[in-house]
C-alpha cells in the first residue's frame, strides 16, 4: 500500500481532523518530556487522535494489515524516551479519549478513558471523598493511560503503593487488533495476572482504551511536617529512625541545599535557606494516629539533629509547604539551562552512602548536581545540571549519569523507580539483568506481540529481538544433553 | 516441532533422581493421583535442572511447597514427577531497616512470621496451617487474605522474583527495592499462574511495621441485609478497619458462638487509637437489633487465622469449596440467593466484604455437589472451585468462566512451557 492509500484508510478510520502526516504538524511529536540531546528527534509517519476504543483498534489492525510500528503516547510527559517512534510508523495519541466513564464509589472504582488527566481525576473524585492515589510530579498534565504505561509513583506510593496496586482492570487492544477486557471490580480473577503484567510495559504489550482504577477513601486526618536538617546524613537518619519507629507516613520527601535555594529563588515557598536538607513529612489516616505520629515524628527529627520544625494544620499551610516541592523541577532553569533527571532507587539504608557518591561524582565531574527525592522508598532524583552548548559537557552528563546508575545497581538498587526503561535506558539493562533474565522478559514480549511492531526499541536492550531469542534458548537446552539441535 | 530436544524418560528419571533425595510418592497425590517419583531438590540450580530434564524426557512435573493449597487446579494431564521445594527455605535477603526481604519459595509462614515479628514486622497474611503453608505456594496461587482491604494483598507487596523455567534457566524479575519499573513486570505474571509457566524459586516482598495492637469488632445481626447494611456502611467510612468480614449464622455459631449474621472488623494501630477506632465502627455498624463485642489482641489473631481455614484451598474429599468474586454492593444479594438455594448442602459462607469476594463451602455427594458447581460457576464476576473431591472435578474447569484474554494466556504457555512440563492441564483452560 502507498503512503497515499494508507493516509485515505487512516482518514477513514480517525476522520480528516484526527490524523496529521504534514511535517510541520507532526514536530511535536518527533519529541516526549525527554531530552533530545540524549533521545535524538524521531518522526512518525502519520499521527493519529482516534476518538473511540474502536478507532484505535482499527488503526491497529491496518498497522498490522502494511507491517507498521504502533507507537502509544499519552501527554508525552514522559522522561525516558517511551513515547518517541524510533522506527517511524503510527503514534496513536489517546488525548482525545479524555472521559470519566464511571465513578462507583460503593465499590471503589472508577472507569476512565486513557487520556484523563491524572490530576483532573482526583479533583473530581474528592468531592466524593475518594482520589486516585499515584500522583506523579506531572500529575498536572500527565494522562492515566501514561501512569498505566508507565507504573508511575509519586511521592504518595511510599503507602499507597505505585500505579499497579490501583488499576483493578483494564480494556486494552492488542497487538493483533483484538480487544479485551482484563481484571475487574473485584481482585483474584481466575487466569494469568493480564493487568499486572500490562501495567508498566511501556506500551509494548498493548495499548489501554479504558482504566478501571481503584478509588481510595480520603483519610480522616492529615498533617505535614517540614524539619530543617544540617546536611542529608542527619536528615536520612531521621528517615530511618521514622520508619524503624514503625510509622508508615504517607509522604516523605527530602531536598538538599541546591534544590531549596532553587526553589526559594523561584517560588519563596518559605523553606529555611540555610538547611542542608529537608524533610517533608505527611501524615494521614485517623485523626488519633495522626495528632499521635506527628508529635513522634517531630520528636524523632529533633532527635536527630533537625533544628527547625514546622507543622502545617490547615490545608492551606499543607499546600504551601508541598509547593516547594511540587515545583522542585521547574525551578532548576534558576540553576542552569538544562538538566538531566537520573530515576534510580537503592534500598533505603543505602541512601546516605549512595548520596555521598553522588556527591564525590558531581565534584568528579564537574557538574553541580541538585537532589529532591522520594527519601522514605529510597527513589533518588539526583539533578545534573548542565548547559548543552557548552563543548565536552553533553557527553560529561552521560558519563556522570551512567556513574550514578552503575553505583546504584552495585549496592542493589535498581535503573528506574518510576520513569520506566523507554529507549534510554534500555541498553542499561544488562547492568541489572542477566541474559536469562531478559530472554524471559523478551517471551514475554514475544507471547503479545510476535512481530515486534508495538513501541518498538523499548524496555529490552538492543540485540533482544524475540525471535533470536527464541532459538538461542531451544539450542541451549540440546547443547545442556548433549543432543543434537534439529 | 523444530529445536525439540529428547531425553528417554527412563533416563529422565534417572537424572533426577541425582539431584535431590527421594520422597514416598504416596505423599506427593493430587486429586487422587500419584507421581512416578517425588524428589526433594535443594538449590535453585537443581530445580532448574529439574525442570530441563523433564521438558526434555517428556514427563511432568507438578511443584510443591507443604501442599496446603492443593486443592487448587484441575485434574493433573499428566503426572511424573513431584518437585518437593521445602528444602528451598532460606531467607535469604532481610535488612530489617529497608523493610524488605528476600525468601526462598519453600519458607513456611510460621518461620517467616517469626523471623519478622523478631523485627517488629510483618507480612499482613493470616492462615489456618502457618507450619504447612509456604510464601512459594501462596504466590503460585494468588490467594490473599481478608486483610487485603487495609494493607493490600500479596500481589501488592510482592517487588522481586525468581524463577525456574522448563528451559533449565533461572530468571529474574523485579528486584529488592520498593519501587522498581525496570523491565516487565515478571512477578505478577506468574503470580496465581500455579505454577504453570515457571517454578517460583524465590520472592521478594515490601514489608510492614507490625501494629502495636489488634482487636476485632463483632457485630451479630438478626438478618442478613441488616448486616450487610453495616458492613457497607463502614466500608463507606473513613474509619479504616484492615479486614471486613460477614459470617453466616452457621459459621459464626462455629467460630464465635453466635448463630447470627456476624460482621467482623479489624483493627489494628497503636493502642489506644485501636479501642477508640473499634468503638467508632460499633457507632458506624450498629443497628437496632445488633449486638457487638471486642475480641482482644490474641483472640483477634485466633479468629482471623483459623476463619482462614474456611478461605483456602485445602484439598477436600468430602466437600467442595467455591470463591466468587462479586462487587461489595451486590454480595448482600448473592450471599441470600445462595442461602436459598443451596441451604441443604452449605456448610459455611464468609463474605470478605473488604475485597468483594464469597467463600462458601458445601457438603453433600458427589452428585449434590456437582449440580452445585453448575449452578454456582454462574455467580457473581467470577467463579472458582478451589477444593473439590477429584470425582466432583471430573469434566470441569475449577477455574469457572474464562475471562477474555485466554488466547493470550495459551501463547504465554506455549512460549514459556512448549512442551507443557509445569503442571500440565491444572490451571485455567486446561493450561
Redesign the interface.
Given at each position: 500500500m502507498d503512503r497515499a492509500a494508507l493516509r485515505t484508510r487512516l482518514s477513514e478510520i480517525v476522520g480528516p481532523d484526527g490524523l496529521l502526516d504534514d511535517p510541520d504538524e507532526l514536530l511535536v511529536y518527533e519529541y516526549d518530556a525527554s531530552d533530545e540531546v540524549f533521545a535524538g528527534y524521531h518522526r512518525p509517519d502519520f499521527t493519529v487522535l482516534p476518538q473511540t476504543a474502536e478507532q484505535v483498534s482499527a488503526v491497529v489492525r491496518l498497522a498490522n494489515e502494511v507491517g507498521l510500528p504502533v507507537i502509544p503516547r499519552g501527554a508525552g510527559t514522559g522522561l525516558a524516551g517511551g513515547a518517541l517512534a524510533l522506527r517511524g510508523g503510527i503514534l496513536i495519541v489517546l488525548t482525545r479519549m479524555n472521559r470519566i466513564l464511571e465513578v462507583n464509589e460503593r465499590d471503589g472504582y472508577a472507569i476512565v478513558e486513557p487520556g484523563v488527566i491524572n490530576l483532573e481525576l482526583s479533583t473530581a473524585l474528592q468531592p466524593r471523598g475518594y482520589f486516585f492515589a499515584p500522583d506523579p510530579a506531572s500529575q498536572r498534565a500527565c494522562t492515566v493511560g501514561g501512569n498505566v504505561g508507565n507504573n508511575s509513583g509519586g511521592p504518595h506510593c511510599l503507602k499507597y503503593g505505585v500505579t499497579t496496586n490501583h488499576i483493578l482492570g483494564l480494556e486494552v487492544v492488542l497487538p493483533d487488533g483484538e480487544r479485551i477486557w482484563t481484571g475487574g471490580p473485584v481482585p483474584e480473577t481466575p487466569g494469568v495476572d493480564l493487568t499486572g503484567v500490562l501495567v508498566g510495559s511501556e506500551g509494548t504489550l498493548g495499548i489501554v482504551t479504558k482504566v478501571m482504577v481503584r478509588l481510595t477513601r480520603l483519610p480522616e486526618a492529615v498533617s505535614v511536617l517540614l524539619a530543617a536538617f544540617p546536611d542529608i546524613e542527619t536528615a536520612s537518619h531521621a528517615t530511618s529512625a521514622i520508619i524503624a519507629a514503625g510509622i508508615l507516613p504517607a509522604a516523605l520527601e527530602m531536598m538538599d541545599h541546591l534544590t531549596i535555594k532553587a526553589v526559594e529563588d523561584a517560588f519563596h515557598a518559605g523553606y529555611p535557606r540555610e538547611a542542608g536538607a529537608v524533610l517533608l513529612v505527611e501524615l494521614d489516616g485517623l485523626q488519633e494516629i495522626v495528632a499521635d505520629n506527628t508529635q513522634r515524628v517531630a520528636e524523632l527529627c529533633r532527635q536527630h539533629s533537625a533544628w527547625e520544625v514546622r507543622v502545617a494544620r490547615t490545608k492551606e499551610e499543607r499546600d504551601l509547604l508541598w509547593l516547594g516541592r511540587k515545583s522542585a523541577f521547574g525551578a532548576m532553569g534558576r540553576l542552569a539551562p538544562n538538566y538531566y533527571l537520573v530515576d534510580t532507587t537503592v534500598p533505603r539504608t543505602k541512601l546516605p552512602a549512595t548520596m555521598r557518591r553522588v556527591e564525590e561524582l558531581s565534584r568528579e565531574y564537574r557538574l553541580p548536581i541538585a537532589n529532591v527525592f522520594h527519601a522514605g522508598d529510597g527513589n533518588l532524583h539526583p539533578l545534573v545540571l548542565f548547559d548543552r552548548h557548552r563543548p565536552g559537557e553533553v557527553e560529561r552528563v552521560l558519563e556522570c549519569t551512567t556513574e550514578i546508575l552503575r553505583y546504584c545497581v552495585d549496592v542493589g538498587g535498581t535503573l528506574s523507580g518510576e520513569h520506566g526503561i523507554g529507549f534510554e535506558k534500555r541498553d542499561y539493562m544488562t547492568l541489572v539483568f542477566t541474559t536469562e533474565d531478559l530472554c524471559a522478559m523478551a517471551g514475554l514480549k514475544r507471547s503479545f506481540d510476535p512481530r515486534e511492531l508495538f513501541n518498538p526499541e523499548k524496555v529490552l536492550p538492543t540485540g533482544f529481538r524475540c525471535g533470536e531469542v527464541a532459538v538461542l534458548r531451544q539450542q541451549a537446552l540440546a547443547q545442556r544433553f548433549g543432543l543434537e539441535y534439529v | 516441532m523444530?529445536?525439540?530436544?529428547?531425553?528417554a524418560p527412563d533416563m529422565a528419571l534417572q537424572r533426577l533422581g541425582e539431584l535431590g533425595s527421594r520422597c514416598d510418592p504416596l505423599n506427593y497425590t493430587v486429586d487422587g493421583r500419584q507421581p512416578r517419583v517425588a524428589i526433594r531438590v535443594a538449590s535453585p540450580e537443581a530445580v532448574a535442572e529439574a525442570l530441563?530434564v523433564c521438558?526434555?524426557g517428556g514427563l511432568a512435573l507438578v511443584p510443591w511447597g507443604g501442599g496446603g493449597q492443593m486443592g487448587l487446579g484441575n485434574l493433573p494431564e499428566r503426572y511424573d514427577v513431584a518437585l518437593d521445594l521445602r528444602e528451598l527455605k532460606a531467607v535469604v535477603d532481610y535488612?530489617?531497616?529497608?523493610?524488605?526481604i528476600g525468601v526462598q519459595a519453600g519458607c513456611s509462614l510460621a518461620y517467616l512470621a517469626t523471623i519478622l515479628s523478631e523485627h517488629?514486622q510483618m507480612l499482613p497474611l493470616d492462615t489456618h496451617d502457618p507450619e504447612r503453608i509456604t510464601i512459594g505456594g501462596l504466590v503460585a496461587t494468588?490467594?490473599?487474605c481478608p486483610r487485603?482491604f487495609g494493607y493490600?494483598?500479596l500481589?501488592?507487596l510482592i517487588i522481586g522474583i525468581t524463577?525456574a523455567?522448563p528451559?533449565?534457566?533461572?530468571?529474574?524479575?523485579g528486584?529488592?527495592?520498593?519501587?522498581?519499573?525496570?523491565?516487565?513486570?515478571?512477578?505478577?505474571?506468574h503470580?496465581?499462574?500455579l505454577g504453570s509457566?515457571?517454578v517460583i524459586v524465590r520472592a521478594n516482598f515490601k514489608l510492614?511495621?507490625?501494629?502495636?495492637a489488634q482487636e476485632t469488632l463483632l457485630v451479630t445481626f438478626r438478618a442478613l441485609e441488616e448486616a450487610m447494611n453495616g458492613a457497607?456502611a463502614v466500608?463507606?467510612?473513613?474509619?479504616?478497619p484492615t479486614a471486613l468480614a460477614l459470617l453466616a449464622p452457621g459459621t459464626a455459631e462455629r467460630f464465635v458462638g453466635m448463630a447470627r449474621w456476624t460482621l467482623a472488623a479489624r483493627c489494628e494501630?497503636?493502642d489506644?487509637?485501636v479501642r477508640?477506632?473499634a468503638e467508632r465502627l460499633r457507632e458506624t455498624a450498629a443497628s437496632l437489633t445488633s449486638d457487638a463485642y471486642v475480641l482482644e489482641h490474641e483472640e483477634t489473631l485466633r479468629f482471623w487465622s483459623s476463619l482462614q481455614g474456611k478461605l483456602a484451598a485445602t484439598p477436600l474429599t468430602d466437600r467442595i469449596r467455591v470463591?466468587i468474586?462479586?462487587?461489595?454492593?451486590r454480595l448482600g444479594e448473592l450471599a441470600a440467593q445462595l442461602v436459598s438455594v443451596w441451604d441443604s448442602v452449605l456448610e459455611d459462607l464468609v463474605l470478605d466484604v473488604g475485597?468483594?469476594?464469597a467463600f462458601a463451602t458445601l457438603a453433600g455427594t458427589v452428585e449434590e455437589l456437582r449440580a452445585a458447581w453448575l449452578d454456582l460457576v454462574a455467580y457473581?464476576?467470577?467463579a472458582?472451585m478451589l477444593a473439590a473431591p477429584h470425582e466432583v472435578k471430573v469434566g470441569y474447569d475449577v477455574?469457572?468462566r474464562?475471562?477474555?484474554?485466554?488466547?493470550?494466556?495459551q501463547?504465554?504457555k506455549?512460549?514459556?512451557d512448549p512442551e507443557r512440563t509445569l503442571n500440565p492441564g491444572r490451571f485455567?483452560?486446561l493450561l
Open positions: - | 523444530t529445536g525439540t530436544t529428547r531425553l530441563a521438558a526434555s535488612e530489617p531497616d529497608d523493610l524488605t517488629g494468588g490467594l490473599g487485603r493490600g494483598s500481589r501488592d524463577v523455567l528451559d533449565g534457566t533461572l530468571a529474574r524479575g528486584g529488592m527495592v520498593v519501587k522498581n519499573v525496570s523491565g516487565y513486570d515478571m512477578m505478577r505474571l503470580f496465581g499462574a509457566l515457571g510492614l511495621p507490625l501494629p502495636e457497607l466500608r463507606g467510612s473513613q474509619l479504616a494501630g497503636p489506644g487509637a477508640r477506632q470463591r468474586g462479586e462487587v461489595p454492593s475485597s468483594g469476594l457473581g464476576r467470577h472458582t477455574f469457572g474464562h475471562p477474555e484474554g485466554v488466547a493470550i494466556m501463547r504465554l506455549e512460549t514459556f485455567i483452560a
